[in-house]
């Protein structure tokens, strides 16, 4: 009943939608709100974001100019998504977020903590400090961010108990898993010993816990993107872009040509109500659920993980090591697709067997050219 009740007024603010292509821009704002408060409504039984920090954050795009064809949607088997306002091609804008509204790591390095310079080799320590520091801040221009962000990711595999973790057992995942928190432990120990315990008037020692630095990851992985300008690569935080689920086929976040702002383009067209979608990237479902938590269905892109290590006892195979390891950083971390020549697995088999008399070949063994036997 509570859902026909919700619908209903999801109905009824359609109506007043397409009234709002009649009367303007001031009541598409009333509207756009509108539909936020009432997928809020949907939303609170779910402990999702509530209406009055829906309402927010929906102030805070306006305020921001985060340009949208977006409002907030309901789907199933995905959540709250983003749903077309009105027909949209091939091309256009799904989301633009200026450059002012983005969150970025090489920024909150460089700039917010740039006398800090005692960082691990956990290269998301500046933005999940910034996020744990920020999102205890009332007075934070991104407040009305954090109100819909989710304060927990039970789907994500660092939060399943033991017996659910069983039910990855063969995938790696298990392994993985465990040693992501592992890593995530000893973290959290580095900075709270180099950063916060020195800091007592910056950061409470009773918000900076664990827990919270595990949300904290949680948030960077699975809501950032990695954007490149002037082949600099930068991870960001980007409010309502985000919110898009995921679809291979389509677009993912990228720089506009005068780097002003952000944007997500539809790779195809919509019509109005459809679901819109942004493209996490082409991820097995092994990445998919570690970093987001979900997996897709009959994925093309799912990979069988294999590490490889050659035998540094090996004279031929110590000298070829380092150049393979310069060529290739993750050489040891294999990926097999479906249906696709394994090359990388083949260039290592080739390397694996090489002697001394086949040197003069290793360049073109490094490059995944064959080299006859």
């Known amino acids: 009943q509570e859902v026909i009740r919700l619908l209903q007024h999801l109905k009824v603010t359609q109506g007043?939608?397409?009234?709002?292509?009649?009367?303007?821009?001031?009541?598409?704002?009333?509207?756009?709100?509108?539909l936020l408060v009432a997928i809020a409504l949907v939303a609170c039984a779910s402990a999702a974001p509530t209406?009055?920090?829906?309402?927010?954050?929906?102030?805070?795009l306006q305020a921001n100019n985060v340009q949208s064809a977006a409002n907030i949607g309901l789907f199933e088997g995905y959540g709250l998504g983003g749903v077309a306002r009105a027909d949209v091609k091939e091309g256009e804008a799904l989301v633009r977020v200026p450059t002012s509204a983005l969150v970025s790591l090489r920024d909150v390095r460089t700039k917010v903590f740039a006398d800090f310079t005692e960082w691990s080799n956990n290269h998301l320590e500046p933005l999940m400090v910034w996020l744990i520091l920020e999102s205890?801040?009332?007075?934070?221009?991104?407040?009305?961010?954090?109100?819909?962000?989710?304060?927990?990711?039970?789907?994500?595999?660092?939060?399943?108990?033991?017996?659910?973790l069983q039910e990855l057992e063969g995938t790696g995942l298990v392994g993985a898993t465990a040693g992501t928190k592992a890593a995530l432990e000893a973290s959290f120990e580095h900075i709270s010993t180099k950063l916060v315990q020195p800091n007592p008037t910056v950061f409470k020692a009773e918000a900076f816990t664990f827990e919270r630095w595990l949300w904290a990851y949680c948030v960077c992985v699975s809501r950032s993107w990695t954007v490149v300008q002037e082949e600099q690569a930068d991870l960001v935080l980007a409010p309502?872009?985000?919110?898009l689920n995921h679809d291979v086929e389509a677009s993912t976040l990228q720089y506009s040509e005068d780097g002003s702002h952000v944007l997500i383009?539809?790779?195809?067209?919509?019509?109005?109500?459809?679901?819109?979608?942004?493209?996490?990237?082409?991820?097995s479902n092994y990445d998919l659920l570690a970093m987001y938590g979900f997996v897709v269905e009959d994925n093309a892109n799912d990979a069988m993980q294999i590490n490889f290590q050659l035998n540094p006892g090996n004279l031929v195979q110590s000298i070829v090591e380092p150049l393979l390891r310069v060529a290739d950083p993750n050489y040891k971390r294999l990926y097999i697709g479906r249906?696709?020549?394994?090359?990388?697995?083949l260039r290592l088999f080739r390397l694996n067997v090489m002697d001394f008399s086949e040197l003069e070949f290793v360049d073109r063994a490094l490059r995944g050219q064959a080299v006859s036997l």
Not at 19 to 26: D, S, V
Not at 54 to 59: D, E, I, Q, T, Y
Not at 149 to 159: A, D, K, Q, R, Y
Not at 339 to 345: E, F, H
């Open 136 to 164: 205890g801040n009332e007075n934070s221009p991104f407040s009305a961010y954090f109100g819909i962000l989710p304060e927990e990711f039970p789907t994500m595999p660092i939060f399943w108990t033991a017996e659910e």
């Open 339 to 345: 249906n696709t020549l394994p090359v990388t697995l």
């Open 240 to 243: 309502l872009a985000d919110m």
């Open 51 to 60: 209406q009055e920090s829906l309402g927010k954050f929906a102030g805070w």
């Open 16 to 34: 007043l939608l397409r009234q709002a292509q009649r009367t303007g821009e001031q009541m598409q704002k009333q509207i756009y709100f509108s």
């Open 265 to 283: 383009a539809a790779t195809r067209d919509y019509a109005k109500g459809d679901q819109l979608f942004a493209s996490y990237g082409k991820k």
